[in-house]
């Protein structure tokens, strides 16, 4: 037995058993037998602290970036408790002023011509917008998209993953083409005159943060151009100044015709999430403005928060702080490649760990939860583990973290021999 048992309260037993019975029995077993039985209790800042009190979790996952101002981030919750004496949801048939402030503010924030905005709730249902846009405007049905990526789990937005997100419900995919990430030649092939879009992750988190290399977005671009095809880029985890940069686009010398927003867009507080289109695009809406709703997209409690959210992470010394933990993390990362480390990936706070193997990054997922760190692997390159911190952290919070991390790599490397890999592969985590 590798694991040691965890102590749980009455309280907390209760909580799992429920959860068990009546939310999902299969995440309650898989759980349970790794020990990482956490029922978030308290949260604050860059930790979330377990139920019980027992356990805290530094938190360099963020949910992808829902979390990039922290938990409870303490202006965002003075702004939606002040919108709550004002305005509630608001009616989504009419006009607004808070879906219009928002939608002005972001548009503002993006080169022309991403001059139109569709809200939403989720990342899942703002890529759903961006391929229905697409395949109305063009009036073609082929999306071609990569191996490895990620883009939800509703309707559309799971056609546009990878395989394995679609085979547990037997969605075969009849318009949609994988390539690989950075393979242009596949990319040419690929770009016929059937396919309305090409969307991408501007950088694939669920790949691992797999860099574009130079001219791959530029290229495909001039391609998109010369097609007439349009170019999505899925901004969920990207966005909101993860990068360094607001918008991860802005690296890289491209303007997508739609970019997609969401987690971040949250504040960890309201769910909100966009499709920004371009002026072209939105001719589609002009005889149809009815033509395509969703009730809570675009909530006005929403756009509030969002609109706070923009101000701070669209801010100059915001994005001078991310680039200074980032050039802080970058050095102080470099220091610590010891097995089964080998190397790291980075923009920004864009960040994944490499590996030596693809069982190293579910067992550092374990061994960084038992040093209080809440870190996990790429699901589709487990060799790679996501190191995404809050970008309000401190600097001086780094050591520290650093140097938890050195003892879970040392405990997985003791680890990895002992483990059972078929076992492991059968039940990975799924996040
Ligand atoms: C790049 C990307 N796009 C889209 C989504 C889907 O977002 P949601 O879970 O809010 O539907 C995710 C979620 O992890 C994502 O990482």
Redesign the pocket.
Known sequence: MFIKKEKISTEKKQVIEEFRQHVSSGKAAFFEKYQMQFVAGDRSGCWLEDMDGQQQLFNLHCN?GVFNLGHRNPQIMRTLQTALTEVDIGNHHLMSQYRARLATDLCHSMPEPLNAVIFGV????A?DVAIKVACGASGRKKIVSVFGG?????GL?VQAGDEKYRAPFHLGHTNFQQVNFNDLTAMDRALDKDTAAVIL?TIP??LGMIMPEEDYLTTIRKWCDERDIVLIL?E??TGWGRTGKLWAFEHYHVVPDIV?L??GMSGGIYPM?ATVISDKLNQLFVQEPFSHISTFGGSELGCVVSSEVLKISASEDFLNHVNLLAEQFRQQLSNVYQKPMTGFQQKGLMMALELNSDIAGPVLTKTAYDQGLLMIYANNRPSAVQFLPPLIMQAEQIPALIERLIKALKKAKKLIPLINLKDKVKHRFSF
Not at 122 to 125: F, L, V
Not at 150 to 154: E, K, P
């Open positions: 992808g989720s990342g899942g249902e890529v990620y883009h939800g789990h509703t937005s992750e988190a669920t899925d969920v985890q997609v969401g987690k999430s």
